[in-house]
């Protein structure tokens, strides 16, 4: 006897959301460095790339997925307070991790972070999480994507230039590692 078995059910073909992504929707925070992330005129979400392994066959190799996801650099443009508040977070957190004038100084990046929970908790105070919100056509937080255990590790230059005819601000860029990123709801809920 054959069962019968329900009919898939189909989502609409109709588009309900007709709005696009605006570029400038978004706010970005990071708790060791919130000056920095205030001034935040770009960001981005990182690229993944999967590894792929190569299967050998008699008539041609066989790509198949691999295990290993390789995350892109976190990068972050910003624009320099004329008391360079915002610059010296990320360079004396560069500073403090290469400590390149004495060991006291990775002491002192621990030290002197405002950073709480598990990183206070544990002793890391050289790490930071931060956050990158995406709002909606309307302004409003639609979803964010989480970095854990971030860190920078480049910061651009500030060139200065007598020469230049128009008033230009400085922007700064800053690279950062990270262990992993998720894209949640507002609820927290992982998509």
Do not use: H
Request: aromatic share 14%; hydrophobic share 35%.
């Amino acid at each position: 006897m054959a069962i019968r078995r329900e009919p898939v059910k189909r989502t609409t073909s109709q588009i309900e959301n007709r709005n696009y992504l605006n570029p400038t929707g978004f706010r970005f925070t990071l708790r060791r460095s919130p000056q920095a992330a205030f001034f935040c005129n770009q960001a981005n979400i990182p690229n993944m790339t999967l590894g792929v392994i190569v299967q050998p066959n008699y008539l041609r190799p066989i790509p198949v997925p691999g295990d290993t996801i390789e995350f892109g650099d976190l990068q972050l443009r910003f624009m320099v307070d004329e008391d360079l508040g915002n610059y010296m977070e990320i360079q004396k957190w560069i500073r403090g991790l290469g400590y390149p004038e004495s060991l006291n100084q990775f002491e002192e990046l621990e030290s002197q972070a405002e950073v709480f929970g598990r990183y206070a908790r544990d002793g890391d105070n050289i790490y930071s999480d931060g956050t990158l919100s995406i709002l909606s056509s309307n302004l409003v937080p639609t979803y964010q994507i989480f970095f854990k255990d971030l860190f920078p590790y480049d910061l651009s230059t500030l060139t200065f230039d007598a020469t230049q005819t128009d008033q230009e601000y400085f922007t700064a860029d800053v690279s950062f590692k990270y262990t992993i990123y998720t894209i949640c709801d507002m609820q927290g809920t992982p998509l």
